[in-house]
């Protein structure tokens, strides 16, 4: 049962994780996105392809300013999964 518990631990912060890397480049290309939706409503341009180039840079700005944060957290969370494989072996290993 402590196994299952384990992993049920690990799926949670996944999600987490994910959710927190995540985040940051999504809303940043939400914002966007709505300030150039209004201002293509105010002004009657319906050019798709406007919305494009400022969505890139901000994301890309977001990926500059926020990526190692990011990187961080999923290099964090990877040296966890590894650790608890090695932990998991070892007791499996005591036991047998």
Partial sequence: MDDISALLALADRMLWVTALVAAPVLLASLAVGLVIGVVQAAT????????????????????????SS?????????QDIFAQIAASGQQTQASN
């Fill in 44 to 67: 009657s341009v319906n050019e798709q392809t406007l919305t494009f180039v400022p969505k890139l840079a901000v994301i890309a700005l977001v990926l500059v300013l926020l990526g």
């Fill in 70 to 78: 990011m990187m961080t957290l999923i290099a964090d969370y990877t």
